[in-house]
């Protein structure tokens, strides 16, 4: 089963998807991964999110597929049953990381405050999503986490931009950025894969 802090591996930053029409899916995933983005990120927000999971999962080589959004056992199983090796949630709870556990589906749960970090650490969970990131301190208070919780390592995810992706991924607690600046929604609505793939190679090129 995938460590999530895996996902660290494959590039600073890992995509926030919303798929609003299925036939969308497998071109924006062969989008991104062409420019070098892997890890891609499905948000459960939409009525196809789970088949656009399945179809990416099944049809695009190399992309490594995740479900986010995910806020109880029910997500975290219908995730599992799509294909998402994956799962990613804005908050956290007792009852999502044991449904995770259950159905085998490594998580990265979001926090955004000490108590919430104590909370997924009890429950073996130190790699946590920082959400949301810049509404919730943004570099100040990763920086302020740093100091009690040497031991957690942080996707910050919200707010952030290209511009600004850099000065989070220089923080030492910080492996990797989420972001929904590389699906622009006009974007993925024209069918501009091109543009895409210019953002995610973009992307690609930052450096931690």
């Not at 030492?172 to 929604?185: D, E, F, I």
Request: proline share 7%; aromatic share 4%; glycine share 10%.
């Amino acid at each position: 089963m995938l460590n999530t802090l895996e996902l660290a591996s494959h590039g600073p930053v890992i995509p926030v998807i919303v798929i609003e029409r299925l036939e969308d899916a497998v071109p924006l995933a062969r989008a991104l991964v062409e420019g070098g983005v892997k890890v891609l990120e499905v948000t459960l927000r939409t009525p196809v999110a789970l088949a656009a999971i399945e179809a990416m999962a099944r049809e695009v080589a190399g992309a490594v597929v995740g479900a986010g959004t995910i806020r109880s056992a029910a997500d975290a199983r219908a995730a599992k049953q799509a294909g998402a090796v994956f799962g990613v949630s804005p908050g956290y709870t007792a009852e999502v990381g044991a449904a995770c556990r259950e159905v085998g589906l490594p998580l990265l749960p979001g926090v955004a405050t000490a108590s919430e970090v104590m909370a997924a650490q009890a429950d073996g969970l130190s790699f946590l999503k920082f959400f949301p990131a810049t509404a919730a301190g943004g570099i100040p208070m990763l920086k302020a986490l740093s100091g009690p919780f040497p031991d957690v390592a942080f996707c910050p995810t919200g707010g952030i931009t290209l511009q600004s992706a850099p000065d989070f991924l220089a923080l030492p607690n910080v492996k990797v950025c989420g972001g929904s600046w590389l699906t622009p929604a006009d974007a993925v609505r024209s069918g501009d894969w091109a543009r895409i793939t210019q953002l995610a190679a973009e992307a690609a090129a930052l450096r931690r």
